[in-house]
């Protein structure tokens, strides 16, 4: 940080308080319990940390314009901007696993209806409740030759851009250019691999590229790095196609938001490990709270007697609550969360092409 001083006053003024503000932001994000982090309400406050963390960017590149369109800190911005439509496939692939969890919801709506009345559970129930739970448990182990692992992520959510800003010909003309890049994904697409390519060469920039662009080399190299932090944390607790967290976070930990990042990610790594998790198909802890429910009411709807014991009843009631409570937390949270991928996508898009056009390179540059 030394480097920045070599900068104008004002440029180390916006620096500082954009570095402390990331800083405060996840420092927040990190000071909840294991049972909330990677939570529904969880991952909306992290992709509200970057939309903040993104206008502050842009008001900066704004309020230093001249040096922008200027080297090596043009190739800096432009390299972001490529960064950034890489997360735009990875948008499109959550936004399906979203859905995907969805589906799953009208499966437990199946099992609560069958097993949560009052009345004496008879046989007709128990096999209701107990195929519905067969599939829910196939659609909920991480499978990567599945059909389902495999499908082809075509929905875009370019389509009904209620949310955008601008008026309608400007959102067809910023939409139209992301077109072949992000609207469809190959069989073949690999969240993994997505987030290596987000990675890919970003480090922090040498003392020569501080001193040419007046310490705003900083600011490129600062959201890159929320940028593939926020990317990594939405593949790590949705479903979606070819799920990989091996992706390596090398962060200079004199930066003041760099340990608080890194203590998130070692966190969520570990809670990847935990025997219970590893084959999970996302770490929402959503999901988690799911599966812990799920594998009970298997084993207790698998009887041939009926009617029941009274124990066993009491039991299975009490199984079927706790899904209940699981289900109204997936259906209180998941749309609020698809809206803010929403948002992300729309914002990434404009502030590319917005950008772009800033620095003089038109829609079509490479």
Same mark, same amino acid.
Request: glycine share 6%; hydrophobic share 40%; aromatic share 6%.
């Given at each position: 940080?030394?480097?920045?001083?070599?900068?104008?006053?004002?440029?180390?003024?916006?620096?500082?308080?954009?570095?402390?503000?990331?800083?405060?932001?996840?420092?927040?994000?990190?000071?909840?319990?294991?049972?909330?982090?990677?939570?529904?309400?969880?991952?909306?406050?992290?992709?509200?940390?970057?939309?903040?963390? %993104? %206008?502050?960017?842009?008001?900066?590149?704004?309020?230093?314009?001249?040096?922008?369109?200027?080297?090596?800190?043009?190739?800096?911005?432009?390299?972001?901007?490529?960064?950034?439509?890489?997360?735009?496939?990875?948008?499109?692939?959550?936004?399906?696993?979203?859905?995907?969890?969805?589906?799953?919801?009208?499966?437990?709506?199946?099992?609560?209806?069958?097993?949560?009345?009052?009345?004496?559970?008879?046989?007709?129930?128990?096999?209701?409740?107990?195929?519905?739970?067969?599939?829910?448990?196939?659609?909920?182990?991480?499978?990567?030759?599945?059909?389902?692992?495999?499908?082809?992520?075509?929905?875009?959510?370019?389509?009904?851009?209620?949310?955008?800003?601008?008026?309608?010909?400007?959102?067809?003309?910023?939409?139209?250019?992301?077109?072949?890049?992000?609207?469809?994904?190959?069989?073949?697409?690999?969240?993994?691999?997505?987030?290596?390519?987000?990675?890919?060469?970003?480090?922090?920039?040498?003392?020569? %590229?501080?001193?040419?662009?007046?310490?705003?080399? $900083?600011?490129?190299?600062?959201?890159?790095?929320?940028?593939?932090?926020? $990317?990594?944390?939405?593949?790590?607790?949705?479903?979606?196609?070819?799920?990989?967290?091996?992706?390596?976070?090398?962060?200079?930990?004199?930066?003041?938001?760099?340990?608080?990042?890194?203590?998130?990610?070692?966190?969520?790594?570990?809670?990847?490990?935990?025997?219970?998790?590893?084959?999970?198909?996302?770490?929402?802890?959503?999901?988690?709270?799911?599966?812990?429910?799920?594998?009970?009411?298997?084993?207790?709807?698998?009887?041939?007697?009926?009617?029941?014991?009274?124990?066993?009843?009491? %039991?299975?009631?009490?199984?079927?609550?706790?899904?209940?409570?699981?289900?109204?937390?997936?259906?209180?949270?998941?749309?609020?969360?698809?809206?803010?991928?929403?948002?992300?996508?729309?914002?990434?898009?404009?502030?590319?092409?917005?950008?772009?056009?800033?620095?003089?390179?038109?829609?079509?540059?490479?």
């Amino acid at each position: 940080m030394e480097s920045l001083n070599n900068g104008s006053g004002s440029n180390e003024v916006e620096l500082d308080s954009f570095q402390r503000q990331i800083a405060d932001r996840f420092q927040e994000l990190a000071s909840v319990s294991s049972d909330d982090l990677l939570s529904l309400s969880w991952l909306r406050k992290l992709l509200d940390v970057f939309l903040l963390c %993104e %206008e502050e960017f842009r008001g900066i590149l704004v309020n230093n314009k001249a040096q922008a369109i200027k080297p090596p800190l043009d190739r800096l911005i432009a390299d972001f901007y490529e960064r950034s439509v890489k997360a735009l496939d990875v948008c499109n692939a959550i936004r399906d696993g979203i859905d995907q969890i969805g589906q799953w919801q009208k499966l437990i709506e199946i099992v609560i209806c069958a097993l949560g009345n009052k009345r004496t559970l008879g046989e007709g129930q128990f096999l209701r409740a107990k195929k519905a739970l067969a599939e829910l448990a196939i659609a909920m182990i991480e499978d990567k030759d599945s059909p389902q692992a495999l499908a082809v992520r075509n929905r875009s959510f370019g389509r009904n851009s209620t949310g955008s800003s601008g008026n309608s010909k400007d959102q067809n003309r910023f939409l139209g250019h992301f077109r072949s890049v992000s609207w469809n994904v190959s069989k073949a697409w690999s969240a993994a691999k997505q987030l290596q390519a987000i990675g890919s060469n970003l480090v922090a920039p040498r003392t020569n %590229e501080l001193v040419a662009t007046n310490g705003l080399a $900083m600011l490129t190299y600062t959201m890159g790095s929320v940028l593939l932090f926020v $990317m990594w944390a939405l593949v790590a607790a949705v479903p979606c196609q070819d799920r990989g967290l091996q992706v390596q976070f090398y962060l200079p930990r004199q930066f003041s938001w760099a340990a608080t990042i890194l203590s998130l990610h070692d966190r969520i790594m570990e809670e990847s490990k935990r025997k219970d998790r590893k084959h999970s198909c996302g770490l929402l802890m959503e999901i988690h709270r799911i599966e812990k429910c799920t594998q009970p009411l298997c084993d207790l709807t698998a009887t041939e007697q009926f009617p029941i014991g009274d124990d066993k009843e009491k %039991e299975l009631r009490q199984r079927v609550e706790e899904l209940g409570q699981a289900y109204d937390a997936v259906k209180e949270g998941l749309e609020p969360l698809e809206k803010k991928v929403r948002e992300v996508f729309h914002r990434i898009v404009h502030s590319r092409t917005q950008g772009l056009d800033s620095l003089g390179r038109g829609y079509n540059a490479e």
